[in-house]
Structures are given as structure tokens and as C-alpha cells.
């Protein structure tokens, strides 16, 4: 699994320096239960937490769909790296150090143009950076900032940068720093002169970001993934934002997050805005707990990156008919992935950036922990919005509101909702439970399949059992290894896990779990996780006697299964001419009865 900059003493020096625990920690909100801690899972959608971090092991499992494996096995799946990306990733985070990746003119074509597009953006961020917290010709971009009231910390925190009015600033410096400009351009960084109607590659470029203010936008890894641009002036458009781009997905983006995420779960809660100053604006007044949707609302993927840090999600919005429709649309998203979803009414024609600049902080945090739950908030509106008084009113607010309510998963609050729903119309109750139950008979056929994956094909018990014993309690193995059993294991998935098990402790006298994930197989690590969860607290002298049960059984099955096979190439010797070879066969037959008889 290794290769050349990677010594196998590298990798595992990063793995003993590592925590699992913090890994982890920045994706999902794990809480201490027993002797592991667990979480939603980040890699498949759920309710009720089924994914388990053991620390003392440092692996990670997922009851609810498999996945499990070590720290490198979790960066790779969570951020999409390869294995050297990981190492790397953890190098730097555990200060250990790498010797430098060594680039021949072909590994370098053959690197992931992903990484290459992040350089780029990368150089990009740290071009607008510098032109803004150092470089004289920054001045402008420096004054309208502090007029802003941006602090240097958020400036610097938030790595914003500024573009030169100039035409070919960043262009000119990109050219200087050898990068692919047709690179640049697909990430919408430069564009190509046009001449006399045409595009010219091998010609000049220009900057798409002049005379604004750099937003840019990272990743839940510290990498830049796009950029945002107001401008400093009078002028159209006043924000630009970079397309979108393999490593640029709006809906799944929120800035800020790379800040706010160490704040979230202390909050227990996440404040949700709408743009870069508003968003700076909260920051900077201390409000880190709190992130934006970039030009886009609110999506399923965000819900669920967020949901990872905490089920309190507040929206804040003015209270002008935009804003409001806004705040609603989230509300059937929130009540899908069943997090509790509020919002913060400001004064008409305010933003959190103005609100919070005027002084009124305290009034901002007054109004965020009376916070209108969204679906109370919802109701309110529909009830003004309908002539409640007649019939016709009636019938409207209630199959609105019953559609909406169909959207909560869980049964409990939907009938509280209902109920409530019900009041406020003066309606009985059961008219309206009666309209829940026609439309959710077959939704909830769906939610179930959902819940638990397939088990692919269960384990012979016993062989389960004996792996078990061997994760768990590594002394035995050399008692396996003498009886000679893994030979006779009949899933062949369970024998090569106990094979490889095995083969670790001959090497080296005792097993590390996280070493041996690193030779193991996707698969066969996940379920070797998946073993490693399921304690045994079995004592010295119960361990020795289920094995030895353990091993007797499997014997017997084998014994069983050569029996019926053996019968079957009798039974074919027998039909055929002169019984060819049936004498040894029946010689067979008979030691094993004599083998397989209890002694
Ligand atoms: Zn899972």
C-alpha cells in the first residue's frame, strides 16, 4: 500500500500521531457513549446515530451502512482525497515530516487535475491576499474594507483579498508562475482576448476579477474552491462569483463554514445568512457560530453538512415578502432532515450586516434566542393569508398546511402539528388525521427501506466467532494456528480475514487493529471494523472453551459438507461403466465416518 515518498515508517508514524477522534470531529458531532462516541454518519443520510469512533482503536464504524475503516480510510472517503493526499493531509495537521513528493515531468501530466485546478486557485487567493494586507497599490481595497468596518483579524481569518483595476494583473502573475491558463480559465480566473471576433488561446488574457473585493471560498479542508467579488465602485455587476467548476458546487458550498465549524457544535446551533458581508459582519462581531448559502437558497446538501454540527438551524431574513418567502422555502428541507429550524425576523429593509453595524448586537442576540420556529412562523402566515372565517379559507390553510406537515418524518411531531393545525382552524382533529393517513400509507414502505442495508449474505456462526476471538483476543491465534482451522472455514470472505489476521500476528507477535486495516481490502476492512465494535468481555477460561466449541463445530460442518460431496462423486462413479474409482472413494467415505464420529 505504500509507494515511494510514503515509507511504510512514515505512514505509521502519522497514524500513532493522529487522533481519530479529531478527524472526525470536524465532520460530525460525536458525543461520548460508553467506551466510543457516536454520530450521524457522514456518508449516508440518517436520524439516529449508528456511527461509532473508538479512539483506543482509532478505527471508525457505521452500523447503519458498513462503512469503517481507519483515519486515512475516513479523510479518503469524507474529502474525496487518494491515500497520499490523505498522508499529506495528516502530515501537516500532526507536524510530521514528509520528505518532498518527487515530480517527474510525467507524474506531474498524470497528477489529479483536481489538485492542480486547487493550486491555481490556491496561488490565486494568496495573489488577492497579498495585493490587500501588504502592497501599496492594495490602499483602496484597504480603505473601503475598514469602511465596511472589517477588522484586519477577519481580513486576515477569512483570507479576503482585492483585485487591481488593471486588466492583466492576475493573468501577468499566473504566466510568471508557469500555471496552465486554460486552467485558470475553466476556473473562471482569466479569460482570453478576443480578436476580430475570435478567441485567441495562444495570446493575451485577461483578469475576470478587477477593482473588488476577494471573497474566497473554502472547503471544509482549507482548500479554495471559488471566489467571490464585490465591487469597490460604482458599477455592474456588483457581485461576481466564479463558475461553477469540478471542484465548485453552489449547492453544496457554504461560506464561512471552514471558520464557523469550530463554533457550531459549542453553540449547539448555526446561524444561517445570505451573503459575504452579512457573514463577515456576524463573524466579526463574534457571531462565528454562523455561515452563508452563496447566491443560491438553502439546499438538501447543506441541511445535511450542517446537521453533521448540530439539528438547530437559524435563518435570519428581514421581514420584507422576499425575505419571508425565503425563510420558508427551507422549511420543508428542515423538516425533512428533522432538525429544528428557526429564523430571526429583523426590522424591515435591515440585513444582519447594517442591523449589526448600527449597534445593535444585543438586539441581534435578543432576537436569535427568541428565535420563531419556522413551522409556527409558516402557520401564522397562512392563517393571515386565507380568510379563516369561511369555508373556502378553511379548506385552504388546511391543505397547504396538511401538505407541509406531510414532510415530517417522524410520527410523534406530526400529529402534534396536526393537532395544533386542527385548533387554530376550529376544525375536529380527526378530519384532518384522517387526510394524514390516506397520503402516508405509502410513503412510509419507502422510509423503511431506507433504515438498514441489506446484509450481504450472513457468516457461518462459529467462523464469525473465531475471527471475533482473534480481533479481540489475539492471544489465542497461535492455539488456531496449531488446530489448523482457518483451513477448513467455509465462507471464504471470513477465511482470508483470518488469514491475513494471522499472518500480522506470525510477523510481528501482536495484532494492531489499525495496522492491519492497512493491508486489508475495502471490504474486509470494513467488516474487520464492524468486528472490532462488537466487544467480547468474555473471561480467560470462557474464551478458551467457546473456541475450542467453536473450532469442534467447524470440523463438523466440514466433515459434512466433504461427506455430501463425497456421496455425489460415488453416486456418479456408480452410474458409470466398471465403477470407476468407486473403491477409493468408499475407502474414503469411511474414514471420514470414522473421523467424524465424537471421541
Ligand atoms: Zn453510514
Redesign the pocket.
Known sequence: MTNGFLSEEKVSEIRDRSSILEVVSDYVNLKKAGKNYKGL????S?KTP??MVNEEKQIFH?F????GGDVFTFLMKVGNFSFPQAVEELAKRYGVRLPPRELSPAKKKEMDKREILSQINQMASEYFHDLLSRRREGEEGRRYLSQRGMSEEIIKEHRLGYSLERWDGLAHHLQEKKVSLELARELGLIFPKKREGRYDSTSSWYDAFRGRILFPIFDLHQRVVGFGGRLIKEGEPKYLNSPESSLYHKGEILYGLQVAKGYIPGKDCVIIVEGYFDLLTLHQFGLKHSVATLGTALTAQHVHILKRYTKNLITVFDADVAGVQASLRALPLFLEEEVSGKTIILPKDEDPDEFLRKGNLEEFEKRAINAVSLIDFFFERLMKTHDTKSIDGKVKVAEEGMALIDKIPNKIRKNFYTKTLAERLDLPESLLMERLRSSSKDRSKGEEDFKKRPVEGSFPKSEEMVVRLMIHHPELIPTITEEGILREFESPVLQKMAENLEGLYQQRRRLDLTEALGCFEEDLKERLCEFAFQESDLEAGDREKILKDCIEKIRKKRLKRDEGEILKRIKEAEKQKGGKGLEALLMERQEMTRKGRPL
Do not use: Y
Not at 454518519?41 to 449516508?44: K, V, Y
Not at 447503519?64 to 462503512?67: E, I, P, S
Open positions: 454518519c457522514p456518508f449516508h440518517e449508528s456511527f457505521c447503519g451502512c458498513g462503512a
